[in-house]
Structure formats: C-alpha cells, structure tokens
C-alpha cells in the first residue's frame, strides 16, 4: 500500500462527517459480541486500519486495552482527539505489522482488509497478524463482497452536498480484475467570509475477495477459519452478501 500512503490525507479531517449513517454502535456491539463468543474479555486487542478511531474508543470503553493502527498519521489524528489516553495508536503499514508483543485479539472492519488489492499483501498481512497473536486468539475482520461492489456500488457517482463540505465519488468497479477504484474530490470550506473551499482529490483502490480465496490464505498464514458470518449475524452468507465477516483462530486450543 506505499501507493496509498496519501489516501486519507485530506479525507481524513472530513471523514466523520461524511460517514455519519455508518451505525457505529451495532458494529461495535456485533463486534463486542464476537470477541465476548471467544472468551476475549479483556486483555490487548489491536484495530487494525483503525482509521478517525470510533471503534478503537468504543472497545477500550469495554475495557480492553486498546492499540489502534493505521497508515494514514492524518487519520490517528483524528483518531488521538478522540481515543483515551491510555489507547496506544500507531502508523504503520499493516503488510508489516509490528507490535511490542502478542495480542488476545485483533479486529480490522469497515473495509479495512479491502485495500489488500493483491494476495501476496493480503498473506504478507495474515502472516503478520499470526506472529502478534496469541495462541488461541482471534482475528475478526469484515470484507466488502463482490456482490456489493458490482451490483450496489457499480460504477457511478456519488454527490454529497452541504453547507461547508462537498464531496463527489466517482466509482468504477473492473469485473476482470475484482478491484473497485474509487476517485474521491472534497470541497472544504476554508474561508466563510469570502466563500472560498479548499479541494483534496484522493483514489482509493479496494478488492473483493472470494471466501474460498479468503480461507486458503489463511490456512497458508498458518491459522483456521473458524466462522464466516453474513455481516451483523450468525447465519452463513447469502449470493447477496454485502458484506462478510471472518473469525480467524491462531492455533486449536
């Protein structure tokens, strides 16, 4: 992701603003649930591609000690304003993952596992998230579906207009390849009393991985898929899946 190193730069100060739908207290309780049906109760859980840190602060609330990492420093700004102190936020690819020492738990939602366009970054990831995990730990992480980026985003765009913020996402999903870019353009306004806006333009690539693809990198990382869940439930997923989770185990305990 070295290309992507600037992708939420610019986003990343306007980000919440524009995902204000996203209904950030199911995720967390759905997730909280997930961990809680491990017997992860408390102990080190690190969010990966933590992003602005809404779900990092609504996990340390539950009393886990919290890592929230991200590529993107503009994004763990946001996300330092918003987290307790005693969550400990870090930049970092997470292709190279690298911690102090294990976790009990590690989660990577809202897409985050996505912008591993290729496999080989998505195993260099799941090899990664193996060395820092405990043994018996898990590995919770969502995916956008092929169905959701062909026949729910597709190719088209997007407008959102406000009083001081605009935003315009052009869309293009390549069926050939299964990677959907996305070509964002912020109008912020900088100066109210002369009417000016400030424009940031960033892509964004993601992929949609099949599940069976999904399972062989991890057995290959060296841990077992041990559920995939329609997302927000406990049911398998459905052809119109939009989005899927996985619950990964280090080891068999």
Not at 50 to 60: D, P, Y
Not at 78 to 84: I, V
Not at 206 to 215: C, D, F, M, N, T
Request: net charge negative; proline share 2%; with cysteine.
């Amino acid at each position: 992701m070295e290309e992507d190193n600037n992708i939420y730069s610019g986003f990343a100060y306007v980000y919440d603003r524009f995902m204000d739908n996203i209904p950030y207290d199911m995720w967390h309780s759905y997730i909280h649930g997930l961990l809680r049906d491990y017997n992860i109760n408390n102990g080190i859980v690190a969010e990966l591609a933590c992003g602005t840190g809404t779900i990092t602060s609504m996990l340390a609330a539950d009393g886990y000690d919290m890592i929230g990492i991200d590529i993107s420093g503009d994004m763990l700004s946001a996300a330092y304003s918003k987290c307790p102190s005693n969550v400990l936020l870090l930049q970092q690819d997470i292709r190279e993952l690298d911690l102090y020492g294990p976790a009990a738990a590690m989660v990577c939602v809202c897409d985050g596992m996505n912008y591993l366009v290729s496999e080989k970054d998505l195993y260099n990831t799941l090899c990664r998230v193996r060395i820092f995990l405990d043994y018996g730990g898990v590995f919770i992480f969502d995916l956008k579906t092929r169905y959701f980026y062909e026949n729910v985003l597709g190719s088209r765009v997007i407008a959102d207009n406000r009083d001081d913020l605009s935003l315009i996402w052009e869309n293009e999903f390549n069926k050939d390849t299964d990677i959907n870019e996305y070509f964002i353009t912020i109008y912020s306004l900088c100066d109210g009393e002369n009417g000016l806006f400030e424009r940031f333009d960033e892509l964004h690539r993601q992929r949609a991985y099949s599940i069976g693809k999904v399972k062989e990198l991890v057995k290959k990382a060296g841990m077992e898929t041990v559920a995939v869940y329609n997302a927000f439930t406990k049911e398998e997923p459905l052809d119109n899946s939009e989005r899927v989770y996985f619950i990964v185990k280090n080891g068999i305990v």
